[in-house]
């Protein structure tokens, strides 16, 4: 999960931001909970997918070939 569009419940401000100390809490949590993937946005872990698809297609075409 990704904190960038999470609302701080004690001070309403983003907790990218860090606003206050549990903020900056749940963003230290965040941060190191993460996988090697969780700073990627969606676009570009669909992207990634797409392209190893493509890869593996292609691998798959010349094999037959």
């Known amino acids: 999960m990704t904190y960038d569009r999470l609302v701080c419940a004690n001070c309403a401000g983003?907790?990218?931001e860090?606003?206050?100390?549990v903020?900056?809490?749940s963003r230290e949590r965040l941060q190191?909970?993460?996988?090697?993937?969780s700073g990627l946005s969606p676009v570009a872990l669909l992207s990634m997918l797409?392209?190893?698809l493509a890869a593996v297609a292609?691998?798959?075409?010349?094999?037959t070939a």
């Open 50 to 52: 797409l392209l190893l």
């Open 14 to 16: 983003p907790v990218s």
């Open 18 to 21: 860090g606003r206050c100390r």
């Open 58 to 63: 292609l691998v798959a075409t010349h094999q």
């Open 32 to 37: 190191q909970e993460g996988g090697p993937f």
């Open 23 to 25: 903020c900056r809490a």
